[in-house]
């Protein structure tokens, strides 16, 4: 089959968009409002985009709490979602008013960053600590602005259990991150893990 986007003519019961562009990783953001206000919330729009410096990025659709704090305070974390977390990951996304607590809502521990002034999942395996360098709304080909906005951070501190270190390396089958598959479906990245070595020159 084959459709345009700008009819959407797929034919199927769902946009099959985000489950093609799968599986992606979930940034679970931690961040914290001018007025002290913590807020923590999961969004499957994350990635790592440079090593040197370390960046990431994380999108928000439309004008999240998320979005508030960080343009307030240009910081934010980055919480590894495994899957022993995964249930608490979803309550956090609950649609809940500005006020409410997302780590006390999940039952979880906000930690201080030690480097920014913002919360980290502190039951998390790894977290990452990030000062914001661009927030971009970006645009479509006709130059109309996206309802979406860009956040992008550079890595400033890193957090990670050693009780998933082995041989010097994250062992990702014991972190078993969770991804989203598009839909409501997600995998258990440290499910099936294997190694591939790239060609040589």
């Known amino acids: 089959m084959f459709y345009t986007t700008d009819t959407n003519q797929h034919g199927m019961a769902h946009d099959p968009f985000k489950a093609i562009v799968a599986p992606r990783p979930i940034g679970w953001i931690g961040s914290k409002g001018s007025d002290g206000t913590l807020n ?31 343009r307030e305070s240009g910081v934010f974390t980055a919480s590894l979602v495994s899957r ?30 030690e480097v920014v002034d913002a919360p980290y999942v502190a039951e998390a395996l790894a977290a990452l600590e990030c000062r914001v360098t661009q927030i971009v709304q970006p645009q479509d080909i006709e ?3 996206a309802d979406s906005w860009v956040v992008f951070g550079q890595v400033m501190g890193i957090h990670i259990d050693e009780s998933i ?20 479906d997600y995998a258990d990245g440290g499910a099936d893990v294997f190694q591939l070595a790239r060609p040589k020159a």
């Open 84 to 113: 022993h977390l995964v249930d608490r990951m979803n309550a956090s996304s609950a649609p809940v008013d500005y006020a409410v607590n997302e780590f006390a809502l999940a039952g979880l521990t906000a930690r201080a960053g």
């Open 143 to 145: 130059g109309k602005a």
């Open 40 to 70: 923590l919330a999961p969004y499957s729009f994350f990635n790592a985009i440079a090593d040197k410096p370390k960046l990431v990025m994380f999108s928000s659709s439309g004008q999240k709490d998320s979005l508030r704090n960080v």
């Open 165 to 184: 270190i082995r041989d010097g390396r994250i062992d990702m089958g014991l972190a078993r991150p969770v991804a989203r598959m598009g839909y409501m």
